[in-house]
C-alpha cells in the first residue's frame, strides 16, 4: 500500500507571510495527488488535484497554488497567506489504476495569525 | 459534479448499542462509495467502499455500509459500537473519469460508556 508523508505537521504563521506544505508518496508510480482542506466542522474541500506532472486541476479560487515537480511530489504554496487559509491540510494518493480509494496523509495543521 | 450529504452532524450513542450513519449522494451514473473514518489529529482511513456488485459491503473494524440506488443512500452501519469508535467518519463519492473525490461535512461520533 501506499505511505503519504507530510510536513510539516504544524505552522503558525503570520498574515501576508508565504507557504510551503510539502508531500511525497511512497509505494507507488504516478499516483493520483490531491490537496484538500479541512475546517473546523467543515469537512474536506478538495483545493487541487494532480493526474501527473505539472498537470494539475485547481477547484475553487483562491489564494493558494500547488505543483508537481516530481512524480511523487505535490506541494501546496501561497504568496501571502490570509486569515482565512487557516485549517487542517490533507495530501492524498491514489493509485493510477483507479481504485478510487484515497490513501491520507497525516495533515498539516496551518494556523494564520 | 457529484456530491455528498451527511445530515447528522453529530451522533452520541452508547457503548454496546447500535450505530448508523446516513449518507446520501447525487450522481447522475453508478457512483463509487466509500466511508472513511477520522481519528482527531489525523488523517483520513478507509473503513470500506463499493463499486459494484453486492449492494452490502463489508469493511473493516466490523462495520458494513448498504448501496440503496433507488434512496441514493449509501449508509454505515454497526451492531454493537465500542468507545474506540468515537471518531469522524465521512462519506465519499467519486468518479471513475473526473478522478476527483467529493466528501460530506462528516459526523462526529461520541460514544458514552
Keep these: 500500500s501506499q505511505t503519504i508523508h507530510q510536513w510539516p505537521a504544524t505552522l503558525v504563521q503570520p498574515v501576508g507571510s508565504p507557504l510551503s ?3 511525497t508518496v511512497e509505494g507507488t508510480s504516478n499516483p493520483n495527488l490531491y490537496w484538500y482542506r479541512q475546517a473546523a466542522g467543515r469537512g474536506l474541500q478538495l483545493l487541487f488535484y494532480s493526474i501527473g506532472i505539472d498537470q494539475i486541476s485547481s477547484e475553487v479560487p483562491q489564494n493558494l497554488s500547488a505543483s508537481r515537480p516530481q512524480d511523487r511530489q505535490f506541494i501546496l504554496s501561497s504568496k ?6 487557516s ?4 495530501c492524498a494518493s491514489s493509485p493510477r489504476t483507479n481504485t478510487g480509494e484515497l490513501f491520507f496523509g497525516e495533515g498539516s495543521r496551518l494556523t494564520v495569525l | 459534479a457529484q456530491s455528498v450529504t451527511q445530515p447528522d452532524i453529530h451522533i452520541t450513542v452508547s457503548e454496546g448499542a ?20 477520522q481519528s482527531p489529529g489525523q488523517g483520513l ?3 470500506l467502499k463499493y463499486f459494484s456488485g453486492d449492494t452490502l ?6 462495520f458494513e455500509a448498504e448501496f440503496k440506488r433507488s434512496q441514493s443512500s449509501f449508509n454505515l452501519r454497526k451492531p454493537s459500537v465500542h468507545w474506540s469508535d468515537a471518531a469522524e467518519y465521512f462519506c ?14 462528516g459526523t462526529r461520533l461520541t460514544v458514552k460508556p
Excluded at chain 1, 485549517?87 to 490533507?90: A, P, V
Excluded at chain 2, 447500535?18 to 473514518?37: I, Q
Excluded at chain 2, 463519492?93 to 460530506?104: E, I, L, T
Aim: net charge positive; hydrophobic share 45%; glycine share 8%.
Design chain 1, 21 to 23: 506544505l510539502e508531500c
Design chain 1, 80 to 85: 501571502k497567506l490570509l486569515l482565512s487559509d
Design chain 1, 87 to 90: 485549517g487542517f491540510y490533507l
Design chain 2, 18 to 37: 447500535s450505530l448508523e450513519l446516513r449518507c446520501n449522494y447525487s450522481y447522475g451514473a453508478t457512483p463509487y462509495l466509500f466511508w472513511y473514518v
Design chain 2, 45 to 47: 482511513q478507509l473503513l
Design chain 2, 57 to 62: 459491503v463489508q469493511g473493516i473494524k466490523g
Design chain 2, 92 to 105: 465519499a463519492v467519486a468518479s471513475w473519469k473526473n478522478n476527483d473525490m467529493r466528501f460530506g461535512a
